[in-house]
């Protein structure tokens, strides 16, 4: 079977279910960010799965909606720049060897001769992110200039970060200034907008740290039995309780520090919860990093990874229910048509919560194309078996 389905340059949003009005970003649109020249999605569900080849862009998509949660908040950048090993190993100014990211890396191109932007948020509104480069005498007097011009003097290029009417200047390093102007600049009051919590998951399976911290926060409240009740898709005697067990990665301790433990039902000693397959620790970090995403955000990269294709149905249909109960919008990619198939099968099922599957596609060197599935469709995709990787 074969169809002309709708791609963001032509006819702009299906006609599915009705867009719900408390996503934070209902649509899309990157600009100048990393490999993406330029791309419009133009309509996002509750839950958005995103397909397509290799190399081509999803993995950005998944950064560029990390980097608008955190509003461009330095950190963000630094930990993604790190991430990608986008990093120079250079001094600080008391001469200790450090870790500097390499700010070019985060424009199209890596070319900021021209002064480019980076534009990152719903398509046509006020709520985008910005951020471009300048220079210190170009820009109005603030404590932010001042401190920087005492360190580099006032010709020197940085990034500016504009969010709203909130403007910030960022250094080209993490680390190029001394000590005290750092701790000045973090006591001065500079006022911020508030990131959205944000939650990232792959590809890989996640660390026994990040499963630690993320379940501390669940513990003993209603959300623990959602989570057990996700791990236990994927084990064949059905577990009870879970626990953290460790203190850290101390002298004396064992290496692998605070981790997850498991109790079976039946069992009387509990088990590392990575004993129990790869299945389980990945439909825990789901469930439980969607109970640390409530209001926010999830970005789950390649969402197939370590989950059997017979799962993929019910860890969707979870994964929808979930986000709308904790009001999370979800961004995951896939490589897979298992997955897709899943996806498209729990999005149908569950008509009230609203499933959008994306392919993107590159035309040429830079021309991205995002082409839409909306929830109305998917029946057929999964029905049909229509190639959408």
Known sequence: MTRDWKSSESTGPGTGARPDERLHLPNLSIEGFRGVQKLSIPRLGRVTLIAGRNGVGKTTVLDAVRIYASRGRLSALTTLLVNREEITVGADADMTDVSLFDGKALFHGRDTSERPDILIGPLGGDDQLRIGITTLKEEPDSLMKALFEKSMGSGVRVMKVAFGSSVELLPPGPTLFPRELVQMFAESGNEVPSELACES???????????????????????????????????????????????????????????????????????????????????????????????????????????????????????????????????????????????????????????????????????????????DELGIVARDGIEVR
């Open 201 to 375: 998951l792959g590809p890989g399976m996640p660390e026994s740290s990040d499963l630690a911290r993320l379940w501390d926060r669940v513990a003993l409240t209603d959300d623990e039995d959602r989570v057990i009740r996700a791990m236990n898709l994927a084990i064949k005697k059905e577990a009870g309780r879970v626990a953290v067990v460790g203190e850290g990665a101390r002298s004396g301790e064992l290496p692998n520090g605070r981790r997850l433990v498991v109790r079976l039902k039946g069992h009387s000693l509990p088990v590392p919860l990575k004993s129990l397959g790869d299945g389980a620790v990945r439909l825990l970090g789901v469930a439980v990093a969607l109970a640390n995403s409530r209001e926010g955000f999830l970005l789950i990269d390649e969402a197939e990874n370590g989950i059997h294709h017979t799962l993929q149905h019910d860890l969707w249909r979870m994964v929808l229910k979930t986000a709308q109960d904790n009001n999370v919008q979800v961004l995951a990619t896939t490589h897979s048509w298992d997955c897709v198939r899943g996806f498209a099968q729990a999005a149908v099922d569950i008509d009230a919560v609203e499933g959008v599957l994306v392919r993107l596609e590159r035309k040429g060197d830079d021309r991205l194309l995002a082409v839409e599935y909306p929830e």
